[in-house]
């Protein structure tokens, strides 16, 4: 089966500073990478997503980039907040099964 | 917007208890899912289903069973209660529209 692998597990930055958190996967079957925020208290949700037929995605300051050939796909938060202080988690999912695989979270502190 | 609806954001529960989880969404999505997340393990796939009373293990079943006898509608099972049972319990569903997490139901076996 697929295995996701999610680095770093936390990661501190200071207000105004980009962050990456970066995610392989080992199953090239996989064809749809979602990224999901969980703030404390809550379940995750969804902020951005990529498909493997495109290389990079971007959402104001959140952007998804993906290479396949290597197997791997990476968050990128420019201008960091406090608000963005968060647990992040990348998936990695495959149609055909319609499972969905997730890393093991990174948290994210940013320093005001 | 898909929403995702868990009936209890807190619960406490005696060891041994039968405790129900339920779980409702409103988008007419076939899949459903379990996960427990616990901290240092992420998150964990008990079972899911794909239709009206159809259910597959996941990756942590064991004392655990699902019951779905409505689309909209998954239910996880805790046959007999453990303290090793507590955690975050997380229902998901996905569809054409993508894959939307409930809030969570907070589980505390004392």
């Known amino acids: 089966g697929e295995n996701v692998e999610q680095h770093p597990s936390t990661l501190s930055v200071q207000e105004g500073d980009s962050a990456v958190i970066k995610c392989t996967y080992s199953d090239s079957a996989s064809n749809y990478f979602p990224w999901y925020k969980q703030e404390l208290g809550k379940g995750p949700q969804l902020i951005i997503d990529?498909?493997?037929?495109?290389g990079e995605k971007k959402d104001q300051r959140i952007a998804v980039t993906l290479n396949k050939t290597a197997k791997h796909f990476s968050l990128h938060i420019t201008e960091t907040q406090p608000e963005d202080s968060a647990v992040y988690f990348c998936a990695a999912h495959q149609y055909n099964f319609n499972k969905f695989y997730f890393g093991s979270g990174t948290k994210l502190n940013v320093k005001p | 917007d898909v929403k995702v609806t868990q009936s209890s954001r807190y619960l406490v529960k005696r060891t041994g208890e039968k405790v129900f989880l339920e779980c409702v969404q409103d988008?007419?999505?076939?899949?459903m899912f379990w996960y427990r997340q616990d901290p240092g393990l992420g998150l964990r796939l008990i079972y899911f289903?794909?239709?009206?009373?159809?259910?597959e293990k996941g990756d942590i079943p064991e004392g655990y069973s699902v019951s779905r006898e409505k689309k909209e509608r998954f239910s996880l099972i805790l046959e007999s209660a453990s303290t090793n049972q507590t955690s975050m319990y997380l229902c998901?569903?996905?569809?054409?529209?993508?894959?939307?997490f409930g809030s969570g139901t907070r589980l505390t076996v004392v």
């Open positions: 990529i498909r493997s037929n495109v």
């Open positions: 988008m007419d999505h076939e899949n």
């Open positions: 289903s794909y239709d009206v009373k159809m259910k």
């Open positions: 998901a569903s996905s569809g054409w529209g993508g894959y939307t």
